[in-house]
């Protein structure tokens, strides 16, 4: 394999409670990019030397889990492209992970949601309404771009991990209250259960996370 993938700890865009994101950092030819795995970690339990998180609980075997999954899905992206016998960049394999040329965004999504409640206003949908969709898209815009430095996430890295960093950043980050970032939840599952509707995504991650992904309901 002609292309190296590594990990490493940005400890300057640490958040506000002190944990710092892991980096992707992929090389190729002497061509580099990086992208935010959208992990949050304390410094103190990152392993350098190894690449991974320390600890034996099961959230970091979740974490370091998601970690090996990353480098085989940029070694398979690679070995496809290299396939097809045709030259490449660091940036094709770049662009395939982002999803760029097919899969959806969230914001996409959402975006999309809230068109369909413009159309709407008067008869099932209230102007009240679509305003707190279009502040949740601002919110979670934000949030993307705080945490991976992009401005969609795809579809498919909408996770646990990725919930659990969003309620973080809406209780202690913009000091919201449980019952209004539960609001942001709401609109966020339906975001993704137009997804699965629209055969975008086949299960919705609010289904594993714990008690908020059940208050929420499928509304």
């Not at 992929?26 to 410094?43: A, K, N, V």
């Not at 898209?137 to 795809?154: A, C, H, Q």
Request: positive net charge.
């Amino acid at each position: 394999m002609r292309i190296t993938v590594n990990f490493s700890l940005k400890k300057s865009k640490s958040r506000t409670d002190g944990k710092c994101p892991i980096y992707l950092r992929c090389t190729m030819h002497g061509q580099r990019f990086e992208l935010s795995t959208g992990i949050f970690i304390d410094p103190v339990i990152w392993n350098e030397e190894k690449q991974q998180v320390k600890g034996r609980t099961e959230e970091i075997k979740i974490l370091n889990s998601r970690l090996d999954k990353t480098v085989s899905r940029v070694q398979d992206i690679y070995n496809q492209l290299e396939s097809k016998g045709e030259p490449f960049s660091a940036m094709h394999v770049k662009n395939k992970l982002l999803g760029v040329n097919g899969e959806k965004g969230v914001l996409e999504i959402l975006d999309t949601l809230i068109n369909g409640i413009e159309g709407r206003i008067g008869n099932d949908y209230s102007e009240g309404t679509l305003k707190h969709y279009k502040t949740t898209y601002s919110r979670l815009s934000e949030f993307i771009k705080i945490n991976f430095g992009r401005t969609d996430l795809l579809l498919s890295m909408i996770d646990f991990n990725f919930l659990n960093s969003f309620d973080l950043y809406l209780k202690t980050d913009l000091w919201l209250k449980p019952n209004t970032a539960l609001t942001y939840h709401k609109h966020l599952k339906k975001v993704l259960n137009t997804a699965i509707a629209m055969n975008l995504l086949s299960v919705n991650p609010y289904n594993s996370f714990g008690s908020i992904g059940k208050v929420v309901g499928n509304k």
